[in-house]
């Protein structure tokens, strides 16, 4: 069973612009999670979605959002990038709305100049 | 507000020897407690989850976490190191309300051969 994938792996953009990350989830995943990782702030979490509705959103402003598709395939775009915002971008997937075990892809590591 | 807690930033222990990731948490209700582990340039694996019945949890790669309701505290534990086990580890809660994880800000474990 193939993992979670999370495309680009690696990412280089320059401050103003927009980047669209994707995430597909295990199959049959229903629940899909995004968040933020940087060596100073540790895991900051972004959004959820579950059955295309987002279920839970952080304390991100709204340059950040997401959307899931009806595969369950989910996307995220930062628009407007700025230097702060360059992370290392994990997708988590899982099978129930309980989110009793999160399975997560190797992440987008996105460098904003 | 909820919280969850990981009061040391970096745990150094000697190959062979006991360890101990602390992890203290502040969430309502009934907690669902989790123990993640990041190996360098990987995605976080899930390690083990307390949701409810015993109190010591047994989990991957030989390590365990004890439910401490009294002391709100869930601490990870190994009985003997391994140099294989240095990694950045994370303790997550979650109210059984919402399932919205919320994450502490990880510890580094360092094992020494």
């Known amino acids: 069973k193939a993992g979670v994938t999370q495309t680009p792996r690696y990412l280089i953009k320059t401050r103003g612009q927009q980047v669209t990350l994707s995430c597909s989830p295990i199959?049959?995943?229903?629940?899909v999670s995004w968040y933020q990782q940087t060596p100073g702030q540790g895991l900051q979490f972004l959004f959820e979605y579950f059955s295309e509705t987002q279920r839970n959103k952080g304390n991100f402003p709204g340059r950040f959002s997401g959307r899931q598709f009806s595969n369950s395939r989910s996307e995220m775009n930062v628009s407007t990038l700025e230097l702060g915002d360059s992370a290392l971008y994990l997708c988590?997937?899982?099978?129930?709305?309980?989110?009793?075990?999160?399975?997560f892809g190797s992440g987008t590591q996105l460098s904003v100049l | 507000a909820q919280s969850v807690a990981q009061p040391e930033d970096q745990v150094n222990v000697a190959e062979g020897n006991p360890l101990t990731v602390k992890c203290t948490y502040s969430?309502?209700?009934?907690?669902?407690l989790f123990w993640y582990v990041q190996y360098p340039n990987r995605g976080l694996q899930f390690l083990l989850k307390?949701?409810?019945?015993d109190n010591l949890v047994k989990g991957s790669y030989g390590f365990e976490a004890e439910f401490n309701k009294s002391q709100t505290s869930f601490h990870l534990k190994k009985p003997s190191a391994l140099v294989s086990d240095s990694a950045l580890y994370f303790c997550?809660?979650?109210?059984?309300?919402?399932?919205?994880?919320?994450w502490g800000a990880g510890t580094k474990l360092i094992i020494k051969p």
């Open positions: 988590a997937s899982s099978l129930a709305a309980t989110n009793e075990k999160l399975f």
């Open positions: 969430v309502s209700g009934n907690p669902y």
């Open positions: 997550a809660g979650a109210a059984d309300s919402n399932y919205q994880l919320i």
């Open positions: 307390y949701i409810t019945g």
């Open positions: 199959s049959g995943h229903r629940s």
